[in-house]
């Protein structure tokens, strides 16, 4: 089998080796490969929301007062809420929400931290000193605290809890990427490319950067699940996603006022949460062993 992936590995492209040796790294661990097949499967049920909820309809708006609060059945196989909806509608709705939430928070952080991670650690001098300034003033609150204050000052809404989560989280990116881009300044081909004249800034994004990914890579991927559970914060706190949006956090918050006649209403979406977490810091520390050469195993 060894012999087989050798061949295969050998006829494809650069970037395509990579992805199928990490792929196939990652597959050799029992809990990792268990963390794929979750991650895919929650992927595939945000797609097909629409498709598998038995009643979509109830996701959002619609409403059955008079099979409010019941119990899980074969006909509702996670019960109703309070307006008598499919919790499992609704959490599967949920999923679609809550990745795609994580999703976009991450991205605009990369946006904004990695670029100036690379001008920081590529130029260095006063802008170096410069950003890493703003960026401590950031670091020196928790995330989850400068995000409920951030999301407070622009208003409860979905949308304003995914950007207050990406400017408290940013700083992390920049830092990460500044010590690494400071390392490989001082490499021979990035000096050579400074020799032959080439601009600073084709140096720092052609040959800065690409050298630098790895870590954040690593870092973005195990972020995902603490972004679900920050946007799962706010809504519960009320500042995140609102009535009648399907968000996991915000069918916990609402579950309170019925959790002794009802436990079914906060233990699905609070098994959703778990779950979803659990598979992405897994499939993170897998991805850390495998770009990282000192942890590697082949």
């Known amino acids: 089998m060894l012999a087989r992936f050798s061949e295969v ?4 492209s650069p970037g395509l ?7 196939y790294l990652l597959n050799r661990n029992a809990l990792q490969r268990a963390s ?3 991650i895919a499967f929650l992927v ?10 038995p009643y979509p309809s109830h996701a959002f708006s619609a409403t059955n007062p008079q099979d409010k609060l019941l119990p899980p ?3 509702y196989l996670m019960g109703t809420d309070e307006l008598g909806r499919d919790l499992f509608s609704r959490i599967i709705f949920g999923t679609r929400i809550s990745l795609q939430t994580a999703l976009v928070a991450v991205g605009l952080a990369l946006l904004i931290g990695v670029p100036l991670g690379a001008v920081a650690g590529g130029l260095g001098g006063w802008v170096d000193e410069l950003i890493m300034r703003i960026t401590d003033v950031f670091l020196s609150f928790p995330p989850l605290l400068l995000a409920i204050a951030i999301a ?11 950007l207050a989560i990406a400017i408290s989280w940013w700083p992390w990116y920049t830092r990460i990427i500044r010590g690494q ?3 490989v300044r001082e490499r021979q081909f990035v000096r050579a490319a400074l020799a032959i004249g080439a601009p600073m800034s084709r140096i720092i994004f052609r040959h ?5 990914m790895a870590p954040v890579i690593v870092q973005a991927s195990m972020d995902l699940g603490g972004v679900i559970l920050t946007i799962a914060a706010l809504s519960f706190l009320g500042l995140g996603a609102q009535p009648p949006t399907p968000e996991w956090g915000l069918l916990i918050s609402t579950s309170r006022t019925y959790f002794l006649n009802a436990w079914w209403y906060s233990t699905f979406p609070g098994i959703a949460i778990f779950v979803t977490v659990l598979a992405f810091n897994l499939i993170g520390d897998g991805i850390r062993e495998v770009l990282d050469p000192r942890t590697r195993k082949f």
């Open 208 to 212: 800065i950067l690409p050298n630098t």
């Open 152 to 162: 407070a000052f622009l208003g409860p809404s979905l949308g304003n809890a995914m």
């Open 17 to 23: 080796r990579e992805l199928r040796l990490t792929l």
């Open 73 to 75: 059945s074969s006909r």
């Open 44 to 53: 595939v049920v945000a797609i097909l929301a629409p498709w598998i909820a």
């Open 36 to 38: 794929l097949i979750v």
């Open 181 to 183: 881009a400071v390392s």
């Open 9 to 12: 590995y050998q006829s494809l």
